[in-house]
Structure formats: C-alpha cells, structure tokens
C-alpha cells in the first residue's frame, strides 16, 4: 500500500497530490500562473517542492508545470514546456533573447520516498502531454515545440522505462494526416495499449482525437471535434466513457475500450 501526500508550490501554482489505499484518492489541482499578483521579478522567483515533514527543494522547471501521471511506485512524473516563462496567456512572457525559458524544458520524476526532483528527458523540444503503457514498460510523450521551434516535429515519442530511469527515445507518431499536421496536446492509453492524443490548431476535418496503434504507431482510429482539443481522459465506473476538454467545451462519448490507469 502507499501513502502520503506531496504538494508542489509554483508561487499561486499549486498541483495537490494525495495517493491513499491503491490509489483510491488522487487529487491533482492546478491554479492559474498569476505573476501579475507577485511584485517579484519574474527570474527571482523559485518554484520548489515541498513535502510534509521534509525541507523544501528547490524545483529546476519553467513555472509551468503542463502534465502530470503517477506511477504505482508513488512517484510523480510531469513535463514542463516552459510556456508559463514565456508567453502571457500562461504566465509571464520574459526576454530571455531567444525561445527558450530559463532552462531546457524537460520532463520530471517526483520521488515518494525521497522527495528526490529528477530530470529524465529532455529530447522532445517542448514536453506536454505524457502517458504510460498498461505494463508501466512504457511512457509517450507529446512534443509541442513546433509553437516556438521551427525545426521541431509534430510528434509523439516513446520511451522504455525500468525503475526511475528512461531510455531509447524515438519519435513513435507522426501527427501528418491527409497532408495537415496539428501538434499534439495531453494523451492517454487504453487497455490494449493504444494511445488517444488530444490534437488541433488546424480545422476542420483534423482537430479532435486521433488514436494510435502501439505497435507502429499507425493511425487507427479518429474522434472529430469542432474546436482543438487539449486533454483527455477516461472515466466513468468502467472507464470507458471518454471525456475531451476542447477550446470552449467538454464532451464525452462511451467507447468500446477502457483507460488502462486511473491517472
């Protein structure tokens, strides 16, 4: 059984996290970027993580921490695209004199345990979206760099994952269909181990949720969606009820398949 409770503090960011009894409570809450609340620089200010009973450790993301799965081992693993260092609708747009925030975006791993703050890839140009395989032998992360880096691809990679460390990435997805390319969003994974990428920013015809074989990372499947879609998730009793946060809305559709995890 695991326990415990862990909160990250990024200034009025707050992601609250609370593993009881197999993960039968998991809470996640994130709160707005408001930098225009804080007379701190925005370089002076430092994110860090704090666990009860444990001296707080100063985190090395960008404010803004942009997804978040949990592990069974009680670990935590998020990515930061640096967005919330860069642009205003996210938080603060700094002059760093070039694309990049402060430092390399990069995704994360939160130690139960130790309290422990780990850099574990940083190949995608910006890490968003992130999801394990149904074995936890896995992990796919959603590259969105194309918004800053011209010559970042609109792709998924995979990773194999043992214990805390990840190894042999590779550009899984390729988001191209019918000549168009959107970037992909948040993501989940299904019992038979494909993968839903939440996908927009080109119209109509492509924006929604466009489903992958494991495997080869083959298009098999596509929900269309009037708006862009940003996240997804499965829910309901049997976690087979589908629910897609889109630019304006939220909708949901029971599918044939169930989410492989709770989170």
Same mark, same amino acid.
């Given at each position: 059984m695991i326990g415990g409770q862990f909160q990250i503090f990024l200034d009025t960011g707050l992601l609250f996290y609370s593993l009881n009894n197999f993960f039968k409570r998991i809470v996640i809450l994130v709160l707005p970027?408001?930098?225009a609340h804080h007379n701190i620089p925005v370089h002076l200010q430092k994110p860090t993580v704090r666990i009860p009973g444990k001296p707080g450790i100063s985190a090395l993301f960008s404010h803004?921490?942009?997804d978040v799965v949990v592990h069974p081992d009680g670990s935590i693993w998020f990515t930061d695209p640096g967005y919330g260092a860069i642009i205003?609708?996210?938080?603060?747009r700094s002059d760093t004199g070039s694309a990049q925030p402060y430092q390399k975006e990069a995704v994360y791993r939160l &130690?139960?345990?130790t309290g422990q703050l780990s850099k574990v890839a940083e190949e995608p140009f910006k890490p968003n979206g992130l999801a394990f395989s149904p074995d936890y032998k896995k992990i796919y992360i959603a590259d969105s760099g194309i918004t800053h880096y011209p010559n970042a691809k609109n792709i998924v990679w995979q990773y194999d994952l043992k214990g805390d460390k990840l190894s042999n990435p590779?550009?899984?997805? &390729?988001m191209e269909l019918n000549g168009r390319t959107g970037f992909p969003d948040g993501l989940r994974v299904d019992t038979e181990g494909n993968i839903w990428v939440g996908a927009g920013w080109v119209g109509e015809g492509y924006d929604g949720v466009q489903v992958f074989a494991p495997d080869d990372g083959q298009r098999i499947g596509q929900i269309r969606l009037p708006e862009c879609c940003a996240n997804l998730c499965f829910g309901g009793k049997k976690r087979n009820r589908l629910f897609m946060t889109a630019s304006q809305s939220l909708y949901a559709v029971y599918v044939e398949t169930q989410g492989a995890h709770i989170c």
């Open positions: 970027f408001l930098y803004n921490l942009d205003l609708y996210e938080g603060q &130690d139960a345990k590779r550009a899984l997805i &390729d």
